[in-house]
């Protein structure tokens, strides 16, 4: 098994940053790739960003391309979401997850508790 914790989410204005954390613990060996994802109140959960733990493979969703960067500190099992211009839409609740397969298609086999971004206007 794999536990994912989420840190970082809060509430910040339009055009503001945020940075998320997400730290792994248990068979994190059995992971190949990271990923975020999100769901705003009345929507269903959206892709965000997934990387994989060697840094090759790095997706991003096309509305927060230029805006978002995933990172990860290998040494430490975390990866982050370093999100800048944020605007109202992007509020929801931020999930982590883990995906143990190399095709990017496959479920996401672990996933974190979630933690609430809110963007104001």
């Known amino acids: 098994q794999v536990q994912l914790v989420e840190s970082g989410g809060g509430l910040v204005q339009a055009g503001g940053s945020l940075r998320l954390s997400c730290e792994a613990s248990?068979?994190?060996?059995?992971?190949?790739?990271m990923g975020w994802f999100r769901q705003a109140p009345g929507k269903e959960r959206e892709f965000v960003a997934s990387r994989s733990w060697s840094g090759v493979n790095t997706y991003y969703a096309d509305f927060v391309k230029g805006r978002f960067t995933i990172s990860r500190d290998n040494a430490k099992n975390t990866v982050y979401l370093q999100m800048n211009s944020l605007k109202p839409e992007d509020t929801g609740v931020y999930y982590c997850?883990?995906?143990?397969?190399?095709?990017?298609?496959?479920?996401?086999?672990?996933w974190g508790q979630g933690t609430q971004v809110t963007v104001s206007s």
């Open positions: 997850a883990a995906q143990r397969s190399v095709t990017p298609d496959k479920p996401y086999n672990y």
């Open positions: 248990g068979r994190t060996f059995s992971i190949y790739r």
